[in-house]
């Protein structure tokens, strides 16, 4: 077992730095960098200030000097860059570090993302850690409140619907699961606004953030409280749109072991139906289910929330990246794709050892990485 983990830990380079060489240059080569987005805002503000002078008293810019640096030259480099002083371009370019090749930015990266610095957003002044640590609360909510009731959910039902296959309750359940499949989580997220957060009938729940402004004179009882009601939506919203598909997995894992030989051998000898699903077919069905639990976690945690912290205004990772990705803001992007990409590797290792510890019969020193 130690020679596995030790080949997958080795395995976790290559895979991390050929993922990041892959969106490095794909992002570079997009148009709209932070170099072109800069100069659209120097531009904006000196169409604003033209526009508050009336025109033609270009030396009276409201205070706002950087438009003033230097108007009589173009830069073919950028689009919109005319009418700026190239020497003006360069110092943008400097101060994002295009001024140098490609390539020697990607490895100045990889040596600093190595030493877990991730430098400091280009638009927010802030370190990119700090920025990852300040929004990590709410996704952590978000995703393990999620994945805790999507699993509390959907393995009960979906035992319940193997034992009992093709019953009425089978039947009835299964209308509930193709609705749930059906329904994408945002647009649940905005049926419940609707219903229940004052958007046209009740106004039982609140409709931004994850805490109430009043949230420290409360007593710790009251926190907790004020808490959950907060989460109650969004993640009601994410649960109907995950619990359909681990219920049909967990269904029919257990069909599938039901029908094997051991259990009707296990029944022949006179074992109880109970005894013989949770001492013996439990553990072989479940297999695949537990095992999957972290990679189902990071899935929902970094990838799920997006639109529903959005919709319902979480501050969250999801709304961070996104934001980063419209602003091409090239450190929080690429800050938070190494850090989350290496915590999924580990976590499909971690995913994989849960094989192991379930059922303890596989042996991952036999097979190949």
């Given at each position: ?20 060489v ?28 033209t ?34 002083d ?42 990119v ?17 999620t ?7 959907s ?15 089978d ?17 649940f997220?905005i ?8 958007g ?30 907060h ?15 681990l ?9 599938e072991?039901i ?33 999957g ?7 929902i945690?970094?990838?799920?929330s ?13 709304l961070l ?13 690429f ?5 989350f ?16 510890i ?7 020193d036999?097979r190949?990485?």
């Amino acid at each position: 077992m130690l020679a596995y983990i030790f080949r997958r830990l080795l395995l976790i380079i290559p895979t991390l730095f050929g993922i990041m060489v892959l969106n490095f240059f794909i992002v570079q080569a997009a148009p709209g960098g932070p170099v072109e987005q800069m100069i659209a805002q120097v531009q904006g503000f000196a169409v604003e200030a033209t526009a508050r002078i009336g025109g033609g008293q270009g030396s009276e810019t409201g205070g706002n000097e950087k438009p003033a640096q230097g108007s009589s030259s173009s830069n073919n480099k950028y689009r919109g860059a005319q009418g700026l002083d190239p020497e003006f371009i360069k110092q943008i370019e400097k101060q994002f570090g295009f001024d140098k090749p490609i390539h020697e930015r990607f490895f100045s990266m990889m040596s600093s993302y190595v030493r877990f610095d991730f430098g400091q957003s280009f638009f927010r002044d802030r370190d990119v850690v700090d920025l990852i640590i300040d929004k990590m609360p709410v996704s952590i909510s978000l995703g393990l409140w999620t994945t805790l009731l999507v699993y509390l959910i959907s393995i009960p039902l979906g035992i319940a619907k193997a034992v009992r296959d093709g019953s009425k309750f089978d039947s009835a359940t299964s209308g509930v699961i193709v609705i749930g499949s059906a329904i994408p989580s945002f647009l649940f997220a905005i049926l419940l606004i609707v219903v229940f957060a004052g958007g046209r009938y009740l106004d039982w729940f609140p409709l931004r953030g994850l805490i109430s402004e009043d949230w420290e004179t409360l007593s710790w009882s009251g926190r907790i409280l004020d808490y959950f009601w907060h989460l109650a939506l969004p993640v009601l919203s994410m649960v109907i749109g995950g619990f359909a598909g681990l219920t049909m997995l967990t269904k029919n894992s257990f069909i599938e072991e039901i029908n094997k030989q051991y259990v009707l051998t296990a029944r022949a000898k006179g074992l109880s139906e109970r005894k013989v699903l949770y001492g013996h077919v439990f553990r072989n069905a479940m297999l695949i289910v537990i095992a999957g639990f972290p990679s189902a976690f990071i899935g929902i945690l970094f990838t799920g929330s997006l639109l529903t912290e959005i919709i319902f205004s979480l501050d969250g990772l999801g709304l961070l990246g996104f934001e980063a990705a419209l602003k091409r803001d090239y450190p929080v992007m690429f800050g938070s794709l190494f850090f989350f990409t290496l915590l999924g590797l580990v976590m499909r290792l971690i995913g994989d050892l849960m094989y192991h510890i379930v059922d303890p019969r596989i042996d991952f020193d036999k097979r190949e990485v």
